[in-house]
């Protein structure tokens, strides 16, 4: 599975990004789609998932600002960021999870950096 993300950059405190990411190769119906980040000397850490049936699971530092959505059908998957804050700032991985019997494995995008100036 390859991961390719889009749509980071320097906003304003206050201001919006949209992620996309587009899944390409091996890809499993039964799949999370999702964003991770991570912030200079912090792990990684869970922003938003959705799975293919459409269930969502959200960092509680970003509900009610963050939005994600997927088009199944393109096999992308969005990320709507409102109210942005200088702590959002981090680089943000976007993530393929794929599960079946076996497990599960991940599958990770080259990150894209997301700078929010106060």
């Known amino acids: 599975v390859q991961l390719q993300a889009s749509g980071g950059g320097l906003v304003q405190a206050g201001g919006s990004l949209r992620l996309s990411c587009t899944a390409s190769g091996s890809i499993s119906s039964i799949n999370v789609m999702g964003w991770y980040r991570q912030a200079p000397g912090k792990q990684r850490e869970l922003v938003a998932t959705m799975s293919s049936s459409r269930s969502t699971d959200y960092a509680d530092s970003v509900k009610e600002r963050f939005t994600i959505s997927r088009d199944n059908a393109k096999n992308t998957v969005y990320l709507q960021m409102n109210s942005l804050k200088p702590e959002d700032t981090a680089v943000y991985y976007c993530?393929?999870?794929?599960?079946?019997?076996?497990?599960?494995?991940?599958?990770w995008g080259q990150g894209t950096q997301v700078t929010v100036s106060s």
């Open positions: 993530n393929y999870r794929k599960t079946g019997l076996w497990g599960s494995n991940d599958y």
